[in-house]
């Protein structure tokens, strides 16, 4: 009998994925997504859909009993909200109603929660050493905040088997914020916010599904990984990298960090009456300019055997490769 695994926010980029590699993996796959949600995308795939309301933890906790899920991998959230109340309503809230129901349900092997290397923060351009699960975490943004009080509430619910994963910027297929960097290329401009120097890390989308897998089948329990490609990147390698891949050449423009900080202002005001969040506001600016995002994969190697299959170059070639190929390029 093949073992059933619940994947919350899997109509997103990284919830595809993440069925993707649970489906070759031999595993049954229930899809959790909104009523609302675009689910044309996810035709490829033989799934069950679910729809739970994560306001309702007596539901929650019937349906898992129902199921009987052998695992679930929370990757549902939002990285964008006008305020720390509405992170924390689907980041945090969330997490704690499916972990209290998946507890009080019983029967869990496992329960996998995509974090996010912003729970706890950057450190000093200079800092000799990299992020590690030991570092004191300082997020510096509302959305961080979140995603480190979702941890809480989960090392907070007694007796349920997890781990906790923190990704750094994760892109590859499907993902749209760095389609957006790659046309900016294409045009022929490379834009920066300010010349502050930056420490950046990555992480392609299916290494991050396969330490999922593997976090899954380990035989370990409540802990936390970083996980990144296990390189440091100046603040220009992205664009380096891709301008080759693209045979492009671009003019810099370093825009200084007071207009940018200016207009993300401009966009909180001109969305303050809006359903939708800017892309850019203040708050995330802070994330965005942060020194150095660069993270140690030594526990998650050691603990969970996870080797990275692809560096920066690999990852955006075969991005590259997948958006000219369904004509996203």
Request: charged share 20%; proline share 4%.
């Amino acid at each position: 009998m093949r073992e059933k695994v619940l994947i919350t926010g899997a109509s997103g980029f990284v919830g595809f994925h993440l069925v993707d590699a649970a489906l070759a993996a031999g595993m049954e796959v229930h899809a959790a997504v909104r009523k609302s949600s675009s689910i044309e995308h996810m035709s490829v795939f033989n799934v069950k859909y679910v729809y739970p309301d994560y306001n309702d933890q007596e539901g929650l906790r019937r349906e898992l009993e129902r199921q009987q899920y052998d695992y679930i991998i929370h990757a549902a959230g939002i990285t964008r909200a006008r305020n720390r109340a509405a992170y924390d309503a689907v980041n945090a809230d969330y997490t704690k109603q499916l972990a209290q129901a998946a507890q009080a349900a019983g029967m869990l092997k496992k329960f996998i929660h995509i974090s996010s290397l912003a729970a706890v923060g950057p450190v000093n351009y200079t800092a000799l050493e990299p992020i590690t699960e030991d570092n004191h975490p300082q997020p510096v943004t509302s959305y961080g905040q979140s995603k480190l009080l979702a941890e809480q509430y989960l090392m907070s619910t007694t007796g349920l088997p997890y781990i906790i994963l923190r990704p750094t910027a994760v892109y590859g297929p499907r993902e749209r914020d760095i389609l957006i960097m790659f046309k900016t290329i294409g045009k022929g401009w490379e834009p920066y916010i300010g010349r502050a120097p930056q420490w950046l890390s990555f992480i392609y989308v299916k290494d991050l599904a396969q330490a999922v897998i593997k976090a899954m089948r380990a035989p370990v329990a409540n802990s936390i990984y970083h996980i990144s490609d296990g390189y440091a990147y100046d603040r220009y390698a992205l664009a380096q990298i891709t301008k080759a891949l693209l045979h492009k050449k671009t003019m810099k423009l370093h825009i200084p960090h007071g207009v940018i900080k200016l207009l993300a202002g401009m966009m909180e005001t001109a969305t303050r009456w809006s359903e939708k969040s800017p892309v850019l506001s203040r708050e995330k600016l802070q994330e965005l300019t942060a020194a150095n995002w660069h993270c140690s994969i030594e526990k998650i190697g050691r603990e969970l055997s996870f080797v990275p299959q692809y560096n920066l170059e690999t990852g955006l070639s075969q991005t590259l490769q997948w958006y000219k190929s369904n004509n996203w390029l």
